[in-house]
């Protein structure tokens, strides 16, 4: 068996006086952002203020979305990527930045390559709610995406030796006043002790705000008794950042709520969708369903929430279990409930068999006829027949802040009048508007990636000039 791979950070007194670019976050988009920096020849700095580096992507389960992959063509997957801008642009309600999704609709699959070129394979495809055909790129082995994705970067990055620093908070983006550009940042170490870095760019990777009590107050107050499944350091400090400089925000109160939560203990674990995406269903407490499961999250989370409950179950039979690596770690955690007959399950989650067992039978059929007159559902069609059946007892929670910083889509903060701060970048969930209303499960690994790689393209772009 491989060793575990452990990536060990930079000791604080390894710190240089001056580097190309720093990127203030190590999820996705800043590890991206270091790694394609470094292909282009930049010094790049990673600065991460939490002790685990990874930020919300380490808890991605699904995969990542991307066209006109070689991928999709080995499993049969015609694509284009006009359709999945489309699509993604009906499930944002519209309301997505047309250019920056341009961007990102045109450019996952290089991403996807990209990917393939540093030994980071997704070579299997599942589906994701308001998608019409398999997009969801995921590891052969069906792992989880996030994890593998953060291990394989700090993989790359070690080798390449990027300096990443852990526990070490940006707490200023400075300015030459003359110039009118980033010229340095200052950090506080682990000790508390403050360090000023000469650079030239800054890229903020630094992800979203679902995890801040005190941003949900401000943006969303409705929302703010909901459970989160971000980690607990995503509290929008590169916003505080970028607006310091006069950078313009947009879209604050549009954020997700992920339809499919486990909360039943204090600590709240996300069942990825590539579960319904696999076939699992969604019961109410009269064991009936009640909606399209692969709806966006939007409309399946308003449904959950209308329930009287405010809760579902997913259910499935061991061919979904196959299909998803994660459900044998919620199995073990203790997540799932599991039983050898639907009678038995039936009794388990409390709801009454014999109509459990008449909705497992209209659905099987559903999907023997490829016809689910019930909800229209037209993807993620499987069977529930093998046993074991299992339940997930779900409600929906805060997951992703669709708001941000105005970026463009060379990843150019822009300020109040709409024109770039010089040398400051964004990418990730820190920025807003490419998802609109309703972020597409599986977007957003692939933004990460699209548009960290963006972000060191254009940075090293401005420092030839
Ligand atoms: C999920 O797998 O449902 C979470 C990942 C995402 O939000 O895209």
Redo the contacts with the bound molecule.
Sequence with gaps: MADKFYFEPYKIEQLQASYDVAIIGAGGAGLTAALQAVELGLKPVVFEKMERLGGNTNR???GMNASETSVQLKHGVIDDFKDFYQETYVGGGKLNDPKLLEYFASHTSQAIAWLQEQGIRLDDLTITGAMSKPRTHRPASTAPIGAFMITNLLKQLQQKQVAIFNQTKVIELMMDDAKQKICGIKLEDADQKIHQVEVKAVILASGGFGASQELMNKYRPDLAHYKTTNHEGATGDGLALATALGAQLRDMDLIQI?PTVQQDNPHVY?I???VRGEGAILINQDAKRFVNELATRKIVSNAISALEQKSAYLIFGEEVFKRVQALAFYAHIGLVIQAQSISQLAKQINVDATKLENTLTTWNQAVDSNNDSQFGRTTGLRVIKQAPYYAIHIAPAI??TMGGIHADQYTRVLDENGTPIAGLYAAGEVVGGLHGNNRI?????AETVVFGRQAAIQVARYLQN
Excluded: P, V
């Excluded at 499960?441 to 690994?445: A, D, P, Q, V």
């Design positions: 991605a389960s699904s992920h996300l990825g969708e590539a997951h992703y499960g599986g977007n957003s690994i």
